[in-house]
């Protein structure tokens, strides 16, 4: 007589542990929440956020301390959309609705779920991008303005910007709308988009794609520093990442009144409004990894993710994990070793990381005068190539750096006391496989930024007017954020790390253990990790039969 299975209101719902709650972990906890899993967030830091953590400060100062970009506000509407048993996995990811919505040049962003949730408005420009001579170029996106711009200064480039803004387009198409979300599991599905990114001349680095097309050295810097934004250096991205253009051209740049940590506390609160838990302070030690009878894995038995192992000892059991941490750390401190034959220590070392970063935090006085600088502002020194070979070949500080100043306070003043502005400044730098000592460098670095913003008129009498100063360096994303050697991006993005050679978010090595976020395809940045958590929802409800009626 066969086996009678249980009502389906009866049976237990699969428990679900992600590690970390960063912008990935807690997008994936509210789509398994979606599916019907029951999930448990483990997040080390005291609140959530990973590195879009939001600190605020005795004397009235709140800083996001890492993420201040938004695009894409459909992938925000769409999660802050789903409910139990209503997981919108399946269908179009693209809707045509949304690939010719306008870009939102007043009022609020996002849609009515969203606004329920969060204000969002758009930025504009994108970004300031300012020159070592004094010059400028506002990028907002508008084919109108900025061929204006370039007409002013470097004319020679008109034609060349639109067969660039022709060939992106195409890019964007063919790699974001097309491809965005497939997850490169096996090698078959790789080299079926060959073909079409050779045509699309999509391999060759970002930074010789471009100078394809401008001979203006600031041309070429306005088209490629973006990659610098997710961890990418434009010298060795691939081309595919001209994307980025169209992406933020598309559906524009937007902020989150009250800044990014106001985003992070709504995906908390939608989270827990599906009834999913988070616990804060509790760091995770160990993967719980056996076989399928509970003995310790080997080579030659089958190796399952059973839950983890806190650092406080206690043991939480779970029917899948899910990293939201450092892709190179999950392995090399949480997996034993013995049950990682793709993830071997070798591997996982030999990987490239994206760069690291000096992140200043300041508050100064407004003495009343307009400041010549909007929400987003890129800096560029003197130097462009020979800056990113520094940092990402030699990993050496230079004589001169590149930063993005960013200003919320001109949009949203409450982030300040009355009368005064909150700021940071973001420097690359290399990782810690430099061998710098940063509790030296750091103070150095920091002092010749702030005479460099000041001196050169960027902020006037900047020094004088500082209120609040404190920094962070690749030490803390060792330490607090535990990245492999201090990386500020996961791996870097260059070829041979991109799509199926970029970390799978299907682990190789164990059943039943997952990643999510920047360390996972398809790559860094926010918008990239929102989709890296729907691409690990889709392999979850795969692998665990999640019935058609629900995934819709």
């Known amino acids: 007589m066969p086996a009678m299975s249980l009502p389906a209101e009866l049976q237990r719902p699969r428990r679900a542990v992600i590690i970390g709650a960063g912008f990935g972990g807690l997008s994936l906890g509210i789509r398994l929440q979606s599916l019907g899993f029951d999930t448990l967030i483990l997040e080390r830091l005291d609140g959530p956020g990973g590195r879009g953590y939001q600190k605020r400060t005795p004397d009235g100062y709140v800083f996001d301390m890492g993420p201040t970009v938004i695009t894409v506000p459909h992938f925000i509407e769409e999660l802050f959309a789903l409910e139990r048993g209503h997981a919108q996995l399946d269908g179009e990811d693209f809707p045509q609705s949304v690939r010719n919505a306008p870009r939102v040049t007043v009022g609020p962003s996002g849609g009515p779920h969203t606004q329920r949730y969060v204000n969002l408005v758009p930025i504009l420009p994108f970004y300031r991008i300012m020159f070592d001579d004094g010059t400028y170029f506002d990028y907002d996106g508008d084919p109108q303005h900025t061929r204006e711009q370039i007409r002013e200064l470097a004319p020679e480039d008109l034609a060349g910007y639109e067969r660039f803004d022709r060939d992106a387009r195409a890019i964007f198409e063919r790699g974001f709308l097309e491809l965005g979300y497939t997850h490169f599991g096996d090698l078959p599905t790789m080299l079926r988009v060959v073909p079409d990114l050779l045509r699309l001349d999509a391999v060759r680095t970002l930074f010789s794609f471009t100078s394809k097309y401008f001979q203006s050295g600031k041309m070429r810097q306005v088209f490629s520093f973006e990659t610098l934004l997710v961890g990418g250096n434009p010298l060795s991205v691939p081309a595919i990442y001209a994307m980025i253009h169209f992406v933020e051209k598309t559906w524009g740049i937007h902020y989150c009144m009250g800044g990014t940590g106001e985003l992070v506390r709504a995906f908390e609160r939608k989270f827990l409004e599906l009834g999913g838990q988070i616990r804060y302070g509790a760091g995770v030690q160990e993967i719980t990894v056996t076989d399928d009878w509970g ?56 990987a490239r990381q994206s760069m690291s970063l000096l992140v200043i935090y300041f508050g100064f006085r407004d003495d009343g005068q307009p400041l010549n600088l909007r929400h987003h502002n890129i800096l560029l020194g003197p130097r462009y190539e020979a800056l990113l070979r520094e940092i990402f070949g030699q990993k050496v500080l230079g004589a001169d750096f590149s930063q993005y100043l960013h200003v919320p306070t001109l949009t949203d003043p409450s982030l300040a006391p009355p009368g005064h502005h909150a700021a940071y400044t973001l420097v690359p730098v290399p990782h810690k496989g430099s061998g710098l000592d940063w509790s030296v460098e750091g103070p150095k670095l920091v002092e010749r930024v702030y005479a460099y913003l000041d001196e050169r008129g960027i902020i006037p009498g900047l020094r004088e007017r500082l209120t609040h100063s404190e920094f962070i360096t690749p030490d803390y994303f060792a330490g607090t954020l535990d990245s492999y050697l201090g990386n500020a991006f996961g791996p870097e993005p260059v070829l041979v790390q991109s799509a199926f050679f970029r970390p799978h978010n299907r682990s190789e090595d164990v059943k039943n253990l997952y990643l999510v976020g920047a360390g996972a395809q398809p790559g860094g940045g926010t918008p990239s990790v929102m989709m890296s958590a729907k691409m690990t929802a889709r392999l979850i409800a795969d692998d665990f039969g999640v019935p058609p009626s629900i995934r819709r």
């Open 295 to 350: 003995q310790a894995p080997s080579p030659l038995r089958p190796r399952v993710a059973r839950g983890v192992v806190l650092e406080s000892g206690e043991r939480v059991p779970a029917d899948l994990v899910v990293s939201n941490g450092d892709w190179a750390n999950t392995y090399l401190k949480r997996v034993p070793a013995r049950a990682r034959l793709v993830n071997s220590d070798l591997r996982v070392k030999a």
